[in-house]
């Protein structure tokens, strides 16, 4: 085997021993001495591989919530982009309440200006579903305000059952958060004539865009004055209302 290969490989050792160590007795097994045993290596040569402990956490994570990441990469969009995000949801809590120790390790040790390349992936995701909601108009929120809304009900949820004994964890019992979160973030799509043009929805959903997030203007931060970010706010307002009327009329008659 050639030489140059031997780090990956002994990379991959590491993390499946780290693995098995982190399934078996939990996050607080995973000293780099325990690890470094378990994979039949030199402490040394661990930190050669990965710098520090927290690096060895974030490829422990990533390492471990692979399997959920390629069903995510291979999620197909459906018509219907909320039931997506219903898809989504499920995906997400099924993984965590079969993986129970890697899911904590991803989301239960927080280390704030870290986070693992997996958790990174995940959110990129569930952006590009929400991104997709909001060009449909669906978006009641700014797409990094539902971000934030969906990753904490979804974490929250799913530590919430792996407090529990686990013949406790039932999916099922948190559906109804998941129902009034996507409720709350999302609308149904109104009834489109075969006539009406998309200009409405293009409108609300730019709305959606640049709507200010708590400090943060999207629209003043890219030069406009604060009075210009009004009138195009004011605009797009007007331009959305002004077209649902047409479209009211027309489809009234």
């Given amino acids: 085997m050639p030489s140059s290969s031997r780090p990956d490989d002994q990379r991959e050792r590491i993390l499946d021993a780290a693995v098995a160590l982190l399934t078996e007795a939990g996050p607080a097994a995973l000293s780099t001495r325990a690890v470094a045993t378990a994979a039949g290596v030199q402490t040394p040569t661990l930190y050669r591989l990965f710098g520090d402990k927290d690096a060895l956490l974030d490829a422990i994570a990533s390492f471990g919530f692979e399997s959920y990441l390629a069903e995510k990469r291979a999620f197909v969009p459906s018509m219907d982009p909320i039931e997506d995000l219903r898809r989504g949801w499920e995906t997400h809590v099924e993984f965590g309440l079969a993986n129970p120790a890697i899911y904590t390790l991803m989301y239960a040790n927080p280390r704030p200006g870290r986070h693992p390349a997996a958790v990174i992936e995940n959110r990129a ?3 590009g579903m929400l991104d ?9 929120v700014p797409v990094d305000a539902a971000v934030t809304a969906i990753e904490a ?4 949820a799913v530590l919430h059952l792996l407090a529990r004994p686990e013949r406790s964890r039932d999916a099922r019992s948190i559906r109804p958060l998941r129902d009034i979160v996507l409720d709350a973030l999302t609308e149904a799509p109104a009834p489109r004539a075969e006539h009406r043009s998309p200009i409405a929805d293009r409108a609300r ?10 400090d943060t203007d999207p629209v003043t931060g890219v030069g406009f004055s604060v009075s210009e970010a009004g009138l195009l706010r004011e605009w797009l307002a007007r331009l959305e209302h002004a077209h649902r009327c047409v479209e009211g009329d027309e489809t009234s008659h």
Avoid at 132 to 140: D, F, I, Q, T, V
Avoid at 153 to 156: A, D, E, I, R, V
């Fill in 125 to 127: 995701i569930l952006r």
């Fill in 132 to 140: 997709r909601a909001n060009e449909h108009g669906l978006l009641r």
């Fill in 153 to 156: 009900s979804t974490t929250g």
């Fill in 205 to 214: 959903s730019l709305l959606g865009i640049i709507t200010p997030t708590g």
